[in-house]
Structures are given as C-alpha cells and as structure tokens.
C-alpha cells in the first residue's frame, strides 16, 4: 500500500474516512430492513461491503468536481455528500427527497454536488461523465469527473467508446471500475474476455487496482488519480478489487454463488478492517456507530411522516415550462 | 441595415449555428467530421476556423458516447449541439435520448435540466438506401421529456435552431437532407415558438396538416388544386412535440376537412396522432373522413424507380384532397 497524503494525521484521516463507511452501511442497513418491511417501493441495489471505494474516492475530491454513478450508487452519492434526509424521503418514495420522489434509488441525484445521478443503465453513466469532464475542460473549471462503473460494465461498448475519446483529448475523467467479480448474476470471468488494465493500456489511459476493501489504499490511489486529472493528464482507471455482500438486487437469494464464496465474503469487510485499524490507532468507533445511528433513524422517521408526491405536480417536471395541456 | 437575406436552408443551419456560439460561449458543436470536413452536408462549414477546436469538436465514430456526453456537458453548464450525420444513426444514440436526456430533468425532480440540441436530417430521395433515408421522428415524439422539431424553410431552419439551443430542454432538431440546397429569404430578426405552427397557404375547403419537406409538396398541390377550384390550406407544424393543436383544430373548423401528409411511413405515424386528436377534438367539425398520405409500410427504397413510387408526391396529395371533398 502507498503512503498516505502528506499532512494529514492519520488517525484523523482514517476517522473520517471510517465515518463516510458508517454514514453507507447504516443506511443501507436500515434499507434492507425496510425493504422488508414493504417501506421502499421498487427495487434496491446495495453496496454492502464496497463502501471504501466510495468513501476513498470522494475523499479526493473538490467542490467543483461531478460524478455519474450506477444502480448501485448509495455509497457514491452520500460518501459524496448527499443528504442523508433527501436521500432517504426519495428512497423511499415522498415529495421531500431529494428528486420528489420522482427517481429512487436508481436515479438520486444532487446536481448542486455535482452528483448527476445514480443510472438504471448499465455503464450509462461514463459517457455522461466523459460530457461532464468535457465541461471542466472547456469551462476551465479545474474539475475532475468520476464515472462509477461495476465490472459487469465492461462489456458495455460505451465505455470502449468513452476511453478513445476521454483518452483522444486528455479529458479529467476519473474512471473508477468497482469490480466485486460479479455481472448481475453471472461471474464476469464468464462475461469479459479482457481485463480491464489491457483495455486501459491499450487506450493509452493510465491504470492502477488497489484493493478496493481498504480505504486508505483507495483514497490514496483516488488522490493521486485525480492530481495527474488536474494537471491535464488524463483519463484515469482505477480498479477497485471488491466484494458484493447482497445479491444483485434486494430480496436476491444469490442461489448461483458458491456457499463458501457467500461465507468468506464478511472476511474482507472494510469497516471491520478500518476499525482495527484506528483501535491499533486509539480511536474507538463505537461513538462514531452510534451518532451516525441516530442520524439515520431520524432520517428514517422524517421519510415515513412525509407526504407522498401526487401525479399533478409531478407532470410539471417533465418540461422547464410545463406543456399547456396533459391528456390522461 | 437590412437584416434579410436570401440563403440556402444549409446556410441558414450554420448562420444560426454561428449566432449563437457569438452570443453564448457555452454553445459548443460536436460530432463526426464537424469541423475540418465542414459537416457531411457542409452544414457546419467554417465555424472551426472562427471559434477553433475547442467549441467545434469532431468526434470519433461513436453516436452512443458522442449522445450521452452531450447529456453530461449539457448538466456541467454546456449547451453542446450534437450532429448525427443520418437520422438513422441515432439508433445508436437512444439510450442518450429516450433513457438520459429525456428524463434527467424528471428524475432529478426539476433540479436542473439537459439543455442540448440533436441535429440530424432525415427524409429520402437521395436514393440512400434503407439505413441513410429513414423519417424516424415519430419515435422521439414519443417519448415525453423531448422536444422535436421539423423545419421546412431556410426562415425556419435558422429561426427553430436559434430556439432550439436557446430552450433549456433537450431539443431534436430535424432536418431534411434534400432541403439543405432550397434556397429562401432569411430575416436572422426573426424569431420563432417551439411548439407554434403556420399558415403556409390559406384556404377554406380543406387543410392539410404537414411538416418538413412535405410542405413544399402540399403546397405545389394546393395551387393546382386552386387552378381546379379547391381551395385547400396548408399548416405547417414546424414543431411536432409540443404539436400545435389549436391552430390545427382552428383550421379544421374553418375547413371541416382535413388530410395529413408527412414523409414518414403512415403506421404508428406522427399523423396517427393529429387524426385521433381530430376525431377525439374536432369530430363534430368533419364533413369528411380525415385522410393520410405518407409512406408504405416498408423500408424506404434505395432504387430511384422505387423511391419514385415510395415517396409522397404531389398526385397523391391531390388525390387524397379530390377523395375528402367527393
């Protein structure tokens, strides 16, 4: 593992990376709860066990920069910055989130943060985020532009595509590949024929994998990508080796994982390995849980008491200035 | 000083092209062979030596990436205006268009929205063949989020595009490859509503509902109509989502016939709409069954023998007229 950013305390550094993780995996435990309890409409996908990529990447960003993320996207979006209360009324369905209501969890966005949205399309959001790091490009704005992408999304040709061109023109575009091994329900072994640090090399784009269960490894590998971005050397590929917990979707029975594979996948938790780490350090973590604890149950409160969104207001978001007339 | 001119609807593309890049530093062009090559049909000719590749970008052979990055420019603070060389490439776009950019505004709950604009021309009589000719802007009418519009004149065309990459949604811009050399006077003054229609002939025993390059037909047939006594009026949509409904149905009361005409292959059409909403709307106005003249339910035909056949001509227009007022 590399050296970490010079000038910052490492037990400090690793807090508040740990406290992004928590911030994750509490809400999304949370979701699967209620999920079960019929209190999410439609369909989750969780990121359970991947949290150090999120919280590790988005540590290494500024204000100005963007990100486009995936159906599995709650770790990018609150590691990010999203807040935790849009966040939570819009999973679950009420005018109050973040999008009324009108996205879910596939498609949470907080444009102010530059989050362009989590995508219910497969790889979509890379060339999404090749337009946006375009932008910083021609804006001068100094900004980088991550694109999420699971490993099931190198079959997609739009990242083939996304890598000529982010590569033609040297564009600040931070490709971060959370490859958990899995292509919804299919081992990618199965679904790729390449690997991905031959796809980079063979665009020219530079390319580092870390293990994507230790968050000082990606946050350090994040940090670095994103200074050669700001210096105009891009694009950027890191490859993040992690682990999916849950199925592909909420409510997956994961029926076609081995059962040894869906017994060692708690081995490589990050928060567990996070909070030995900071204990070796002499921080204790319980207090962090359990601030974040309440700040999730009030989320979760302040969800179920808000209104649910109604179809008249919600057709005036089709168009900036709604059409005259809606026929039913 | 006098701000008409007389233009080539190709001309009139790039004026307003290049109007709006002199106002708007955000306005971009991209696509393939945009700028050193001009365009495939020259409708971006120039504009890279004036504001140089940085806001004229060409882009390799990639209508998905090249779609999908306008979507991301467009919610970074761009206004990128894209050009897919053939209507019938942008099936490899869709997913931009129908998934991303249609939807991102809704989905984000109003928080912003995909200020792009999709150039791209369609229509026959090129003898292009099945995949270079195809009217495929019904499908975009369809999806809700989009806004198509269809010019018919060089006023038209360069009025539209200034309004297109002005509207703060994603706006399909749809040209016709067989146009870009009519020639027409142009007023860059002018400006022009996303979603209004025109009276391009009056008339008071029929109208006839059409856009892009079917106007000029419908409006050769509407003469010699006029030399046989029928006096039929033609209402060019030039927007086709938003439609303007009302001056259709105003026209119609005035005329209680009405034939649609357009290009595009008549199932599914985008006159299947207007005549429903006819029948939903105007059905006490009809003295006459509604009639459509558009293609057959093929692929459009790359032999000039069938594209002769293929196409909407002015017989059939007249005919279709002659049978609404028997």
Redesign the interface.
């Known amino acids: 593992m590399k050296s970490s950013k010079k000038g910052t305390a490492q037990p400090e550094r690793l807090t508040a990376l740990y406290r992004t993780m928590s911030l994750i995996r509490q809400v999304e435990t949370a979701l699967t709860r209620l999920f079960a309890n019929g209190e999410v409409p439609g369909f989750i996908h969780l990121s359970i066990g991947q949290e150090a990529v999120a919280a590790g990447v988005a540590s290494a960003l500024l204000p100005q920069d963007s990100l486009a993320t995936t159906h599995r996207g709650h770790g990018h979006v609150l590691a990010r910055g999203m807040d935790v209360g849009g966040f939570m009324k819009e999973i679950m369905g009420r005018e109050g989130g973040l999008c009324k209501g009108r996205g879910g969890s596939m498609h949470v966005a907080d444009l102010s943060l530059g989050i362009l949205g989590a995508n219910g399309i497969v790889g979509a959001g890379i060339p999404i985020a090749l337009g946006s790091a375009m932008a910083h490009q021609a804006r001068k704005t100094g900004g980088v532009a991550v694109a999420f992408f699971g490993d099931g999304a190198m079959a997609e040709g739009v990242l083939h595509e996304t890598l000529n061109m982010a590569s033609l023109w040297r564009c600040p575009l931070l490709l971060v590949c959370e490859n958990n091994g899995w292509s919804e329900f299919s081992p990618t072994s199965s679904q790729f024929a390449a690997k991905l640090e031959q796809l980079a090399a063979a665009f020219g784009a530079s390319y580092t994998r870390v293990d994507g269960n230790s968050v000082l490894a990606v946050a350090d590998a994040a940090v670095q990508g994103a200074a050669q971005l700001r210096e105009g050397n891009g694009p950027y590929v890191l490859e993040c080796i992690t682990t999916r917990v849950r199925g592909h979707f909420e409510g997956d029975a994961q029926k076609y994982r081995d059962a040894n594979e869906l017994e060692s996948v708690h081995a490589h938790d990050p928060l567990t390995t996070a909070r030995a780490e900071l204990l070796a350090m002499g921080v204790d973590t319980a207090a962090i849980d359990q601030a974040i604890c309440a700040q999730v149950e009030a989320a979760v409160e302040a969800a179920r008491a808000d209104a649910l969104p109604t179809l008249e207001r919600a057709i005036q978001d089709v168009y900036t200035q709604a059409m005259q007339e809606t026929r039913a | 000083m006098s701000t008409t001119t007389e233009m080539r609807y190709v001309n009139a593309v790039t004026q307003a092209l290049r109007d709006c890049m002199e106002q708007d530093l ?1 306005v ?1 062009v991209m696509g393939e062979d945009v700028a050193n090559a001009g365009g495939s049909f020259k409708a971006t000719r120039g504009l890279l030596d004036t504001f140089g590749p ?2 004229v970008i060409d ?2 052979i ?1 209508e ?2 090249i779609a ?11 206004k ?1 205006v894209v050009e897919i060389m053939f209507m019938d490439f942008i099936t490899l776009s869709m ?2 268009l129908v ?2 950019a249609a ?11 995909v200020p792009m604009v999709l150039r791209t021309p369609h229509g026959g009589g090129l003898s292009a063949g099945p995949q270079h000719s195809q009217c495929l802007e019904a499908w975009l009418a369809h999806i ?2 989009l ?1 198509v519009v269809c010019p018919s004149c060089p006023q038209d065309a360069y009025s539209l595009l200034r309004a297109a990459i002005a ?3 994603p706006v399909m811009f749809i040209e016709h490859k067989a146009m870009y050399a009519n020639k027409g006077e142009v007023d860059t003054a002018k400006t022009a509503r996303i979603g209004e229609a025109r009276i391009a002939r009056a008339g008071r025993d029929v109208t006839l509902v059409t856009y892009g390059a079917t106007v000029n037909v419908c409006l050769k047939a509407a003469d010699q109509l006029g030399k046989e006594g029928m006096e039929a009026e033609v209402v060019d949509l030039r927007s086709i989502q ?1 439609w303007d ?1 009302a001056a259709v149905l105003e026209s119609l009361s005035r005329t209680h016939r009405a034939v649609v005409v357009h290009e595009a292959v008549q199932a599914f059409g985008v006159g299947a709409e207007i005549v429903a909403t006819i029948a939903d709307e105007g059905f006490d106005e009809l003295d006459a069954p509604v009639l459509r003249v558009a293609a057959p339910f093929m692929p459009a035909p790359f032999a000039s023998s069938l594209e002769k056949g293929y196409a909407v001509t002015v017989d059939r227009v007249m005919d279709a007229v002659r049978k609404t007022l028997a």
């Open positions: 955000t971009v940085g806001r882009t390799p990639s998905s990436a999908s990055a306008a979507v991301g420019m467009a919610l970074t603070g761009m990128p997913d931009a998934n991303q939807k991102a505004r809704y989905m984000f709950g109003g928080q912003g929205s809700p989020g806004k509207d703060p949604d938003p409904k």
